[in-house]
């Protein structure tokens, strides 16, 4: 019986002594886990102003960069509801320079290029070709083809292309480009846009 008690009471201190170890580890867990939503929220937080005050100077930059260079959106305004056979710039030039009283106008004409558009895109990548290498960004040597004939890097469109663009042109051909229902209009001067603006406002109120 004292050899079972002694053996009982060696048990209880032991289990005892495990429970402590127990609650010492989901303490120290706990203790982790708090400090890790503590980190984690820190981290949250310097992420969000970091990312605020990044958005905050690149808008700055972009404000500055436009007041530094000049774009196309303060001179140009697209004027809409134009037919698809409506190509000739010349009328169309015309048409707005009364309308909008302005001389200086000039237009370009928004085509539907959708059933040539892989050609395009090719003739697109030529030009911007020669223009890369007219400022430097590769050597010529770099630029893709060479003439046959000559032997020499050919940069840009070939004299059969620039014919082939002005085809698609032309009114007069079968199968020319057709107008995609609008017009860019280019004023000289920002003010010019704003009083094209004005006008259109005025005129198209009840």
């Known amino acids: 019986t004292r050899a079972r008690d002694v053996l009982m009471g060696q048990d209880t201190l032991r289990f005892c002594s495990l429970r402590n170890q127990k609650d010492d580890l989901g303490a120290a867990v706990r203790e982790f886990a708090n400090r890790c939503e503590l980190g984690y929220l820190v981290l949250w937080l310097l992420a969000l ?15 500055a960069f436009h007041q530094r260079h000049p774009n196309l959106a303060e001179f140009v305004l697209n004027v809409e509801g134009f037919p698809p056979e409506a190509t000739d710039e ?3 030039r015309s048409f707005l320079r009364d309308n909008f ?11 539907d290029f959708r059933s040539r558009r892989e050609r395009v895109h090719e003739l697109l990548d030529k030009i911007l070709v020669q223009e890369d290498v007219y400022a430097g960004t590769y050597d010529t040597e770099l630029a893709g083809h060479s003439d046959l004939v000559m032997g020499t890097p050919e940069l840009g469109l070939t004299e059969e ?6 085809s698609w042109l032309d009114p007069t051909i079968s199968g020319c480009l057709r107008n995609a229902g609008s017009v860019f209009v280019v004023l000289p001067h920002n ?8 006008k259109l406002d005025a005129a198209f109120q009840p």
């Open 101 to 111: 009283g302005s001389e200086a106008l000039e237009v370009s004409v928004c085509y």
């Open 191 to 198: 003010y010019d846009l704003q009083l094209a603006r004005r």
């Open 90 to 92: 010349g009328r169309i």
């Open 49 to 63: 102003i970091m990312s605020l005050a990044f958005a905050f100077r690149q808008k700055r930059v972009a404000a």
């Open 161 to 166: 292309e620039k014919m082939e663009v002005r």
